[in-house]
C-alpha cells in the first residue's frame, strides 16, 4: 500500500516543534521504541510498517515509502506517529532534576534515560530546552520518555516557589565526593556551553561540582549529559 502525499506532509512537518505542538502529534522510529510506546500510556495515532510485526492496526509500506518519511540515515523497519498527552499534576518527588536551556537532542534525550536509570520520576525544564518530542529526542531517550515525567515551565519561576532545596552545579562548587548530597532536593543542570544562567544562579542554595582529576587540568568542562550521569551517580551511592 502507498503511502500518500498527506501523510507524508504531516510527517514531516512533525520535524518542527510548531507543528508538533499544532498537531499535538510527535514521531517514534524503530521497532523497539514503538513497542515501549505501545505499552505505555500514550495514546498511537498511525503506524507505518514494512511488515506486520505489531499486534495493532498498521498500513503496510514499502522500504522506499519508509525512507522517504524517515529521519533516520538509516531507516528501521517502522515509523509511528503518537498524540502528545495533555500535562499532568506534577509527581511529588523527593529529588527533581531541572534543566536550565539544554539545547542538543541528543543531551536532553540522554538526560531522560538516566533520570529511568536512577529512579528520577520528574524533570523539569526551562522553557527554552529543547523540546522533548523531537525526534532525536525521542530517539535518543530509547523509550524512557514513557516513565519519566517531563514539565516545561518556567524554571526561575518554579524554583522561586519551590519549598525544596536547590542545588546547581558549577565549576567552582564543592566535590560531589565530599559534599553531603541531597536525598530531597532539586538538582539543576546548567547549558551546554554557558552553564546555569546568572538569574538561576541567584535561586541556587548550594553549588556542588565535579572535580577534575587529570594532571593537567586541562579539559574546561563536561558534555552535560555526561556530568549529569555523574552527580545522580554520587547522590545514589551515598
Known sequence: MSITKNEIKL?????????????????????????????????LYQLFATEA??????????SKDLQRISGLKSPNTAL?????????????????????????PGNLGT?????????IETLVCS???????NPKVVQA???????????YTDLEDYLKQSELETFGTFMDGSSIYSEALPKKGIIVMG?????????????????????????????ESLNVATATAIVLSAVKGQ
Not at 538526560?111 to 529512579?119: K, S
Request: charged share 30%.
Open 111 to 119: 538526560i531522560i534515560r538516566l533520570c529511568d536509570w536512577f529512579g
Open 141 to 151: 531517550s530509547m523509550g524512557s520518555l514513557t516513565r519519566v515525567q517531563i514539565k
Open 191 to 219: 547549558n551546554e556551553a554557558n552553564g546555569i544562567s546568572p538569574n538561576i544562579e541567584r535561586l541556587i542554595h548550594k553549588k556542588i561540582g565535579i572535580p577534575r582529576f587529570g594532571n593537567l587540568k586541562a579539559t
Open 127 to 133: 522553557l527554552e530546552t529543547v523540546d522533548c518530542y
Open 11 to 43: 510527517i514531516k512537518s512533525l520535524g518542527q516543534k510548531k507543528f508538533r505542538q499544532q498537531e499535538e502529534l510527535f514521531l517514534v522510529e524503530g521497532v523497539k521504541g514503538i513497542r515501549e510506546f505501545l505499552d505505555s500510556e500514550f495514546e
Open 53 to 62: 510485526i505489531f499486534d495493532v492496526e498498521t498500513k503496510l509500506i514499502s
Open 80 to 104: 509511528a506517529i503518537f498524540r502528545i498527552p495533555k500535562p499532568k499534576p506534577e509527581k511529588e518527588s523527593s529529588l527533581i532534576l531541572a534543566l536550565d536551556d539544554v539545547r542538543d
